[in-house]
């Protein structure tokens, strides 16, 4: 009888991890912000995997700093289809760190990154760990902002990234209290696990995207500022939302296999992706 049973919720859970693996969408490559469009598969691009890192899409902010800037004739194409702010630093940057994490840590993890849909809720909660970038520019409905709260609520974790400025904050912000009205973005101190999963990270310093390396308008946006490890916490100390403001980590990732790019900048943003990706699936 004992036997019987056991084969029983093994053939369940055998079910259930089969229909879980079928509510998720297939595999899918975006239009890119960024000028490139040749960012080959890798040959396991299939493989299923224990972690995979889920992009979130999000709609576009009318104030955002790309509003008016498209690859494109006729301007910003719908988010839906990529090409606006969301698809920043995307797919290279989630293909590199996904190449580092995999020679770093022994987890399993899936050679290309997944973007995903607040609004398809089929397959969002399918994803457990998010990354975001252009914090500047999105703008969640109160709809999105709800299902991200769930999302975080049940134990999923995103992080975020690559904002800049107080106008940047502000329109950060104004989607970030749809989402937590009632939790605070706090700075993240350093005695946090979360910077010593891994790494012992208490000695960061700003990671300046490609961009800011060269003189003209967008290195202006970086001088003068301040770096800062922000985060939200649930009730039981647990942080869902880790945050990097001042700081362009997405780029250190994209633009580690450049040697044109700072070294020491992909140093710090792939050890703290390591800690963030190693904290997530412990805590």
Known sequence: MKLSALSFQLSALGVALIGAALAQRPFRVYP?????????????????????????????????????????????PDWREGGTSWTQDYPR??????????????????SVEQP??????DDFFNWPW?????????????TQARTLREF??????????DFWNADEYARFDESMRRVFPDRQVVDIPNSDPIFHTVY???DRYQILG?????????SERARGTVSHWLGVYDDKGRLMVAITFNNDVGDSWEW????????????????????????AMTH
């Open 32 to 76: 890119s912000m960024e000028p490139y469009d040749n960012v080959a598969l890798p040959p396991d691009y299939q493989e299923k995997t224990e972690w995979v890192e889920a992009r979130l899409m999000y709609p576009q902010h009318p104030q955002a700093r790309f509003s008016r800037w498209s690859r494109w004739s006729g301007g910003l």
């Open 93 to 110: 940057a989630d293909r590199h760190f996904a190449a580092a994490l995999r020679r770093l840590t022994r987890i399993h993890v899936r």
């Open 116 to 121: 995903v849909n607040p609004d398809d809720l």
């Open 130 to 142: 998010l990354v975001a970038g252009e914090m500047g520019d999105w703008k969640l409905t109160d």
């Open 152 to 161: 975080l609520l049940r134990g999923g974790f995103i992080y975020m990234d």
């Open 200 to 202: 012992d990270l208490d």
């Open 210 to 218: 490609q961009w800011a390396l060269h003189p003209g308008f967008m």
């Open 256 to 279: 580690a296999d450049d040697p044109r790019y700072p070294e020491k900048y992909s140093a710090l943003g792939i050890r703290l992706g390591v800690n963030y990706v190693v904290y």
